[in-house]
């Protein structure tokens, strides 16, 4: 068992082994149990563009798309992850969605996307388990060459992965053996407690294309992606019994 807190800019940041820290957290800590495999995983219900549940999607499903599990996408932790990684699917539908309610251009190129920076920023949500996790605009923008890079990219497969900004003012608690993590704001964060609701109506559309397939090279990731989940089992299964 481990925790995480992390902090942006000159903060402290650290983890802590074993029992987590009590005193690191500002509110009661919410617990979220992860998918059995080997990664710290679970269903993400959605994405929210600011405050209002005008602003919140789920995924559209299609046949054939996605690594669904329950209600919501597969999607990996990982804070070996400096960014946040969107299936490449659902990726153009929301930065179209999240620029049109900034009200601003952008440009995606080499797999960024970017725009000035002279905005009102939102802060954007992603939805696990029923509960939705902040990400203010300080953790998912980096400014380059006088230019806003958005920190939400895509990638090329069938899961989300929720990286470094999605930690960022949370004291996170991976507990391996009972399958679970835990989320709170910690004492240094000026986020508020996880808010809880339920998996918006509306979706983003799925927009990647190509001529083999009906979504293009996700099919054979999809299958790649299983393959390999099922191949780590049996290792280690043999590995420790």
Same mark, same amino acid.
């Given at each position: 068992?481990?925790?995480?807190?992390?902090?942006?800019? !000159?903060l402290?940041?650290? &983890? !802590?082994?074993?029992?987590?820290?009590?005193g690191?957290?500002?509110?009661?800590?919410? @617990?979220? !149990?992860?998918?059995? +495999? %080997?990664?710290?995983?679970? #269903?993400?219900?959605g994405v929210?563009?600011?405050?209002?549940?005008a602003?919140?999607?789920?995924?559209?499903?299609?046949?054939g798309s996605?690594?669904? &599990?329950? +209600?919501g996408?597969?999607?990996?932790f !990982?804070?070996g992850?400096?960014d $946040?990684?969107?299936?490449?699917?659902?990726?153009?539908s929301?930065? /179209?969605?999240?620029?049109?309610?900034?009200? $601003?251009?952008y440009?995606?190129?080499e797999?960024a996307?970017?725009?000035k920076c002279?905005a009102?920023?939102?802060?954007i949500y992603?939805?696990?388990d @029923?509960?939705?996790?902040? &990400?203010?605009?300080?953790?998912?923008?980096? /400014?380059? +060459? +006088?230019?806003?890079?958005?920190?939400?990219?895509?990638i090329? =497969?069938?899961?989300?992965?929720?990286g470094m900004? =999605?930690? $960022?003012?949370?004291?996170?608690?991976?507990?391996?053996d009972?399958?679970?993590?835990?989320?709170?704001?910690h004492?240094?964060?000026?986020?508020?407690?996880?808010?809880?609701?339920?998996?918006p109506?509306? #979706?983003?559309?799925?927009? %990647? /294309?190509s001529?083999?397939?009906?979504?293009? @090279?996700?099919w054979?990731? #999809? &299958?790649?992606f299983?393959?390999?989940?099922?191949?780590l #089992?049996?290792?280690?299964?043999?590995?420790?019994g």
């Open positions: 068992m481990f925790s995480t807190r992390f902090s942006r800019g !000159d402290v940041s650290w &983890i !802590d082994i074993g029992a987590p820290d009590a690191m957290v500002s509110s009661e800590p919410i @617990g979220i !149990d992860t998918v059995p +495999d %080997y990664f710290w995983s679970m #269903a993400n219900q929210r563009i600011g405050e209002k549940s602003g919140a999607y789920t995924f559209q499903d299609e046949e996605g690594s669904w &599990i329950g +209600d996408i597969y999607t990996i !990982d804070t992850s400096s $946040i990684y969107m299936s490449i699917l659902w990726f153009d929301f930065v /179209e969605e999240f620029y049109a309610a900034v009200g $601003i251009e440009e995606v190129k797999g996307a970017y725009s002279n009102n920023f939102p802060n992603f939805m696990v @029923g509960y939705w996790l902040q &990400i203010p605009s300080d953790d998912y923008l980096s /400014e380059d +060459d +006088d230019l806003c890079r958005l920190r939400i990219r895509p090329e =497969a069938p899961f989300n992965i929720l900004p =999605a930690y $960022i003012g949370y004291y996170v608690t991976h507990n391996w009972q399958g679970y993590m835990t989320f709170a704001p004492t240094s964060s000026n986020k508020p407690a996880l808010e809880s609701g339920s998996v109506k509306q #979706a983003l559309r799925i927009k %990647y /294309e001529e083999n397939t009906p979504n293009g @090279g996700l054979s990731l #999809a &299958i790649a299983f393959l390999t989940i099922c191949g #089992a049996i290792f280690g299964y043999i590995l420790w």
